[in-house]
């Protein structure tokens, strides 16, 4: 049976080298001596504001403390003492591990502190473990010393799952190293049948034999109150190694990191306690459940049969929800169906500078789409800050203009498009909101009714993006094809080798799009040229594919960009890709995403190299903020939204409705 090695990189946070011998020795003994690497690191803050070149003479001070350390080292271990500037001990922890690739990091605890984290709540390490914990790229040990540094006798608590694993394997690793005695415990209701506990104790012997390889001693317990039940264990142990259990949050609130039995148990034992989590997030899972193995092992069959019929499902997709926007043409006919729904539908123009097409657009969409057919019940236009006349021509023709640097205004404000996207959700309320680009020269009202009448005729879809030909100007001269170099160049390839679902959508990053409000409200948005495909990677995630819908909106002239601008505009893009294929598969991919785009520049007797920052920074979903909640359904209802969606939360397992809860929970708290 092949088990899980012992770590081979382990990184040991040092803020005291004076008290950093036990670490060291705990360290040693997790770490496989054949391949380890064991790396002690000191962190010297540099407070923002300041250079972190500042930071020079400090770190010199903690390169000759850590020396120290090096005296500590086992027989037939090396320490490698680093140490680095940043402006906070966490993000130096973690930006150290991903550097080193580390397997595991250590982190001594000297007991309960009340020091506040950033956020003014109380920690339940400190600040700092607090933090890498949640953001760590690797396995956590966080070991409180207690008043003997004897190993003699080791107790694990085992209740399953990984990490109940990694601490029967830590807690083995300990034991064999100093030649102490492991006992594994595992504790079943009092008053169980004889034959359920012979089933736990059944259980307790395989995972044993799974995860251990030295002698372990299988005790099983009957007791009322586990944690009571580890305590009087724990009188006897030197060391308790526990592993994280799922960490809820409670009735009043409080956060728990490994979860509340391990944390008591750490708190409350006056021996050594250590704590082990892995970089993986589990449930509830029991190691008597051991077939949910099996379980998964079917799983990752049913999601290779699911990549082998991706194309198929493309294929059905591209063929059952592309729809054209003659199909719904017959206004009079599309406000009963809005009607007879009981939706209402914002339209939302963002500009800037765009005073040459505004006029015509706004006043075309009052006339055509409120006056003579009410398919929108109301209109905003979201300027970025124009220079131009485009918010007097707006208003003028009988739009609502809002500027989106003062909306949410406490949030700050970022430049971009997806700002002010993400902003007009909280300026419009209608149930369906449809953004369209005003820089088009041949603006039609089928730029609107398009893309919400999929959404509007069919309840399945909550997504809808509009397609056309995209002519370009080329020397004063309009030729037809030519557009979107970008979508054809970047995100199409990038669509199809990492997001083969959505390889279906003609043009993903075009700018008129609808949606239904209670999607939109709970994904996040870019705030500037990813925008578009972080859009359709996220409802993707949280709809699926049948959940989308395009429309055929014929043809688009606009005004098309330089070379440089889409070179700029393509580097946001791919950045934005790279973040959400991290996030989807819990994976560091690269060591850092740069974010400064160089710009060389020739010709004319000139050489010169320009620097440019690029960056897309991301709003979270609108749910959560609490003015957003509080202006779309009033303190009357926060108790019942709060109800229904934690219930759902639980029972469906459902993302939207957990975030709901959440967002719900802070606008009462306020």
Request: net charge negative; aromatic share 4%.
């Amino acid at each position: 049976m092949t088990r899980a090695p012992l770590p081979s990189r382990v990184l040991i946070p040092v803020a005291n080298p004076l008290t950093a011998r036990e670490l060291v020795r705990i360290g040693a003994a997790l770490m496989d001596r054949r391949t380890g690497i064991l790396t002690v690191l000191g962190i010297v803050e540099v407070p923002e504001g300041t250079p972190l070149s500042e930071g020079a003479t400090h770190a010199r001070q903690a390169r000759r403390l850590l020396q120290r350390v090096l005296d500590y080292a086992p027989e037939g271990v090396t320490i490698h003492p680093i140490v680095r500037i940043g402006r906070r001990a966490a993000e130096g922890v973690v930006e150290a591990a991903r550097e080193l690739d580390a397997d595991l990091i250590v982190f001594g605890w000297g007991g309960k502190t009340d020091d506040p984290r950033p956020d003014g709540q109380t920690p339940v390490f400190s600040p700092t473990i607090d933090e890498v914990v949640r953001e760590s790229p690797c396995d956590i040990a966080v070991i409180k010393q207690g008043e003997s540094n004897a190993a003699g006798r080791i107790l694990v608590p085992i209740r399953g799952g990984p990490h109940a694993e990694l601490a029967l394997r830590f807690a083995d690793a300990l034991g064999r190293h100093g030649d102490g005695s492991v006992m594994a415990l595992h504790v079943v209701p009092t008053g169980v049948t004889a034959g359920i506990r012979t089933q736990a104790e059944k259980a307790l012997t395989h995972f044993i034999r799974q995860h251990a390889t030295g002698n372990v001693e299988s005790v099983v317990r009957e007791a009322a109150n586990v944690r009571n039940a580890i305590l009087r264990e724990a009188q006897d142990a030197d060391v308790v190694v526990m592993g994280a259990s799922a960490a809820p949050v409670t009735a009043d609130g409080k956060a728990f990191l490994f979860g509340a039995l391990p944390e008591t148990v750490a708190a409350k034992s006056k021996n050594t306690v250590i704590v082990v989590k892995t970089r993986e997030p589990i449930g509830e899972a029991t190691f008597d459940q051991l077939e949910q193995r099996a379980e998964s092992l079917a799983a990752v069959e049913r999601a290779a049969n699911e990549a082998r019929a991706i194309p198929l499902r493309v294929e059905r997709w591209f063929g059952e929800s592309n729809f054209h926007h003659r199909e719904f043409a017959d206004l009079d006919r599309l406000v009963r169906l809005k009607q007879q729904a009981g939706l209402t539908v914002s339209l939302v123009l963002p500009a800037l500078n765009e005073a040459e097409t505004i006029g015509t657009i706004v006043s075309r969409v009052r006339r055509e789409l409120i006056e003579n057919h009410p398919l929108i019940d109301e209109m905003l236009v979201i300027d970025s800050d124009s220079t131009d006349n485009t918010r007097e021509i707006a208003a003028g023709e009988g739009a609502r203009v809002a500027i989106h640097s003062q909306v949410l205004a406490r949030y700050g404000t970022y430049q971009g498009k997806g700002e002010a996207l993400w902003k007009s959700l909280f300026e419009t309320s209608g149930d369906i909101v449809v953004w369209a680009d005003t820089d088009v020269r041949n603006w039609h009202p089928r730029m609107v009714y398009g893309t919400i009448g999929p959404l509007i005729a069919e309840e399945r879809i909550q997504y809808v993006k509009g397609y056309y030909r995209r002519p370009i100007v080329e020397g004063g001269v309009l030729k037809e094809g030519g557009g979107g170099r970008v979508t054809e160049l970047v995100a199409r390839p990038l669509i199809n080798l990492f997001y083969p679902e959505l390889s279906g959508m003609i043009q993903p990053l075009s700018g008129e799009y609808a949606g239904r409000r209670s999607l939109l409200e709970t994904i996040p948005f870019f705030t500037s040229y990813a925008v578009e495909i972080g859009h359709l990677i996220d409802v993707a995630d949280r709809v699926g594919l049948d959940g989308l819908g395009q429309v055929d909106l014929e043809r688009r002239i606009h005004r098309n960009q330089e070379l440089p601008g889409l070179s700029r505009m393509s580097f946001v893009i791919l950045q934005a890709v790279m973040k959400r294929l991290e996030e989807r598969h819990k994976t560091r991919l690269f060591a850092e995403l740069g974010s400064t785009m160089k710009l060389p520049r020739s010709g004319g007797g000139e050489l010169g190299l320009e620097v440019i920052e690029l960056a897309d920074h991301e709003r979270p979903p609108m749910i959560r903020i609490p003015e957003y909640l509080e202006k779309r359904r009033g303190a009357a209802v926060f108790e019942t939204a709060m109800s229904i969606a934690g219930e759902a939360a639980v029972e469906r397992e459902d993302a939207a409705a957990a975030e709901l809860a959440e967002a719900l929970e802070v606008v009462e708290n306020e």
